[in-house]
């Protein structure tokens, strides 16, 4: 049974600085596109970035030059470097993974870990 493990989250000051690690557990074939969303309060589900498996990254617009994703598939890790946190930023993060599980590619979520900066 594949899980998506996250930790890193946690409270800051705006301005500081955050790394969000997701651990990718289970039997698997493989992992294509490995990615972050966010929940706020009354928005609707956002993408962060993602990261393909040939290392081609996307960036929301509202997090450009502040975060950076980065992947191992030595470990099976997904990572989001959050830096220049704004309290708009605020949120419950969720690690996204495609899974290949030898017959289809599914996406994983993680349980969420909440972010929260402080103005």
């Known amino acids: 049974q594949v899980q998506l493990v996250e930790s890193g989250g946690g409270l800051v000051q705006t301005g500081g600085s955050l790394r969000l690690s997701c651990a990718v557990t289970g039997t698997f074939f493989g992992v294509d596109t490995m990615g972050w969303y966010r929940w706020a309060p009354q928005k609707q589900r956002e993408l962060v970035a993602n990261v393909t498996k040939?290392?081609?990254?996307h960036y929301a617009d509202f997090v450009k030059g502040r975060f950076t994703i980065s992947r191992d598939d030595a470990k099976n890790m997904v990572y989001l470097q959050m830096n220049s946190l704004k309290p708009e930023d605020t949120a419950v993060y969720h690690c996204?993974?495609?899974?290949?599980?030898?017959?289809?590619?599914?996406?994983?979520w993680g349980q969420g870990i909440r972010v929260t900066v402080s103005s």
């Open positions: 996204n993974v495609e899974i290949w599980t030898g017959i289809i590619v599914s996406p994983y």
């Open positions: 040939r290392g081609t990254e």
